[in-house]
């Protein structure tokens, strides 16, 4: 008998909706196209978008577009992509800036009825003010002008007659408040800065807290689900509401997502791209979907990733590792088999017949049959990986050495009879011989050997440019720092490492975007960009196959 699923809080919440007679379910996904989203908006995608597909009800996109300094039509546009890559789409798209014509008018509505007017202090005078956690705020001296100085302020605000913030609308709520938050609140702006949409038309702009419940209201929103730091809004949230007497949505809060080895500030993010600490918003090495996506994360192992990690009410940090681990289980799955050296060290098989190439055969992903096989050529020079062999090893190196074995993998056995080195001492050649009757597992006496290393053809072998990615931050919070410091102290200087490699044949013929487990290395995935080496395929490491890093921790 299967045990009942257990719910998180909103779903909980939802059910009692429902036996209530409350069956209606529509969600929004909301964000400011200020920059590319990241994986912390991945896992909100994920919850709102997940609500709505459970309960057989709609989720919106809607961009809130308030600030037309900090917004672009480049943000809006990554922003869909990244959510259809998602597995994503929404019932309705819209824009906070569809709502400006009613949000102005339902602010007019606030003046008449005595909670809104227009305040002359400036940004500091406001902000102190606001008094502090411990001290009552104190009342603007313009907070007592008539509702009829209000209308005729607020419309000149609107027809362009004052500067950037010489003037501010603000909710007449209380300057008294515990929550520093309900201390007469600012409804609008003024900027005269061109808007991605709306062009000229307007030079006041709401705020967040004005405009996100009226919208939510507009479109009749459920639930309202947002991140826990959103929390201390919420009264602000049900303060409008409740005086426009308007559809009542709600507003719920979750513990949004913290990553160990990662920022998810945009402030940060932005940082980052704009002084070259990172090629661009999609740059493998960032946490944001592009970034993801680019350096071969799959849209379900991100979808695993948002599920692993659940809906709290306590803001936690969840170890990077899991994040990992999820495209690693996802990729195994899926991922096609292909070989490649990254550090070559060549090898002659003296008794293979010179001049000879035959084609072994190699199973495409033993998790998947229907993957099927394929053929790879093997002749008398391949490379292996300069750590497969080791002149004097440790105990237990099971890999080749002087007079040792190895099976080549799908391939035969090999001795090592003869190392070559260069005027410097380094081995830059082994001279071996094969045993012909070991192809495929046997041997021409029933031994057996215990290691089985990768290889590639080295007259068939294709170049390529590998960028082996690691994770930006060598610190577990890049925010703690030194005194004086800034997160930007702990970015891991071996973040990214390029490499010439050699591949099989068919990894030539790489597609963009295609991913691939380099057998014994880890997952790749064919970089969507050109090569800085040339017309030559580029390769970005998704993930090692195992977690290095919890290695290095545990030392």
């Known amino acids: 008998m299967e045990s009942p699923e257990k719910l998180n809080f909103i779903e909980e919440i939802i059910e009692k909706s429902i036996a209530d007679g409350e069956p209606r379910v529509h969600t929004r996904f909301p964000p400011e196209p200020n920059g590319y989203l990241h994986i912390g908006h991945a896992k909100s995608i994920c919850l709102n978008f997940g609500l709505a597909k459970k309960y057989g009800g709609k989720c919106n996109l809607r961009f809130d577009d308030t600030n037309p300094v900090k917004e672009d039509v480049e943000y809006v546009d990554s922003i869909k992509e990244d959510i259809r890559w ?44 606001r008094g502090t956690v411990t001290r009552p705020g104190v009342n603007s001296p313009w907070r007592d002008r008539s509702v009829e100085e209000n209308l005729r302020l607020f419309a000149e605000m609107r027809e362009g007659k004052y500067k950037d913030g010489e003037k501010v609308l603000r909710a007449k709520i209380d300057m008294a408040h515990p929550n520093m938050l309900l201390r007469d609140p600012l409804m609008y702006r003024i900027i005269h800065s061109h808007h991605h949409r709306t062009g000229d038309k307007w030079c006041i702009y709401p705020m967040y807290d004005y405009a996100h419940g009226e919208s939510d209201s507009i479109e009749k929103i459920t639930h309202s689900v947002c991140t826990l730091e959103f929390d201390v809004h919420r009264p602000l949230y049900d303060w409008f509401i409740e005086k426009l007497g308007i559809f ?58 948002a599920e692993k990690v659940g809906v709290a009410k306590r803001d936690n940090i969840i170890d990077l590792g899991l994040l990992e681990w999820c495209v690693r289980e996802d990729l195994n799955k899926t991922a096609l088999r292909r070989m490649a050296v990254l550090n070559p060290l060549k090898v002659v098989i003296a008794n293979y017949p010179e001049g000879q190439t035959e084609y072994v055969e190699c199973v495409n992903n033993p998790e998947d049959p229907e993957a099927g096989r394929r053929k790879v050529p093997f002749s008398r020079e391949v490379y292996i990986e300069r750590d497969d062999f080791m002149e004097e090893p440790p105990k237990k190196f099971f890999r080749l050495r002087p007079g040792g074995e190895v099976r080549l993998r799908y391939g035969y056995i090999i001795r090592c009879d003869e190392v070559i080195k260069d005027a410097s001492g380094e081995v830059v050649e082994l001279r071996c011989t094969y045993d012909p009757l070991s192809l495929g597992g046997g041997s021409s006496d029933g031994r057996k050997v215990k290691g089985i290393i990768h290889w590639v053809s080295a007259p068939h072998a294709v170049p390529a440019e590998v960028m082996l990615f690691d994770r930006l931050f060598a610190a577990e919070n890049p925010d703690e720092t030194a005194e004086g410091g800034t997160f930007l102290d702990n970015l891991n200087p071996d973040s990214l490492k390029t490499v010439r490699a050699w591949c099989e044949p068919a990894l030539g013929e790489a597609q963009p975007g295609e991913k691939f487990q380099f057998e014994r290395l880890g997952y790749f995935c064919a970089d969507t960009a050109p090569s800085s080496a040339g017309c030559v395929p580029v390769f970005n490491r998704t993930a090692t196959l195992k977690d290095s890093w919890a290695k290095i921790a545990a030392k």
């Open 86 to 129: 998602l597995g994503f789409e929404w019932a309705e798209e819209h824009y906070a800036s569809d709502y400006f014509e009613q949000l102005y008018e339902w602010a007019v509505e606030l003046i008449r009825k005595g909670l809104a007017y227009v305040d002359d202090q400036t940004q500091e005078e406001i902000r102190i003010g």
């Open 248 to 305: 009542p949505s709600r507003q719920y809060e979750f513990a949004r997502l913290n990553l160990t080895y990662t920022v998810m500030s945009k402030r940060k993010l932005l940082q980052l791209v704009k002084e070259g600490y990172v090629s661009g918003w999609d740059d493998p090495r960032m946490p944001t979907i592009s970034g993801l996506r680019r350096r071969g994360y799959t849209p379900e192992s991100i979808r695993m990733f």
